[in-house]
């Protein structure tokens, strides 16, 4: 599952709203219900992101603790094999020790941020994992270690792994387009006209997401929607 590029775009698009949001809240005018609103956008983008991070390491850490657990895999003991698990093992140790870290408070935005990129950076050595073992790419020779991992991923649920992970990124995707078109639909005509470049960008983007089937496109609209806002 090569999907590194579209996650780095995603977080980097959070980071950048993130930062316009928070520009726009703590601004020098005084707080009133538009800037209430963007704040509120911007904590359920993170928090509603965080539950997808969780859950797609979740799906990575059992599908690599039962590769682990893999006769084939166990009885294989090279030095190469054993690199290879002890890449697996770091992994899986520092998923657990996420799962036992007690996250930062909801209302402190920038540390919630930050917890939600350290997941996401962990999440990344899985999608490697996953690379190192995909014997498919024409560009790299590959050992019989990579092709026994690749069968062992394979044989303990790599492909319905990748499907319900997809099903949640569409899921966050068509959700979060979701709370973009309610963020619009409250605000006055002062309030539009006050943005109005912003509105209508906001709105193209919105209907172009709609319209956009392949998860791949609609990555890159996305991307395109927060290279406008970093802008502001």
Known sequence: MNTTSHRL?????????????????????????????????????????????????????????????????????SELMKAERRIMENFVRQVMDKE??????????????????????????FEAILRRHDTTNPRRQFSAENYLIERALKRNGLDGMQRQVTREQIKFMNDFVREVDAYLAQLTPAQRRDDEVEMEKMLEWSAKMKAERDVTLRMETFKEFMRFFVKF
């Open 100 to 125: 036992q870290e007690e996250p930062p408070a909801r209302n402190n935005t920038a540390n919630r941020l930050f917890y939600l990129i350290a997941k996401s950076l962990i999440y990344q050595e």
């Open 9 to 77: 775009k995603l977080l980097l698009g959070i980071a950048l709203l993130t930062r316009v949001l928070i520009n726009c809240t703590t601004a020098t005018t005084p707080v009133n219900d538009l800037s209430t609103q963007r704040e509120q956008l911007l904590t359920t983008m993170i928090e509603e992101y965080l539950k997808l991070t969780d859950f797609e390491l979740l799906q990575g850490r059992r599908l690599v603790q039962n590769v682990l657990a893999d006769e084939e895999v166990a009885q294989m003991q």
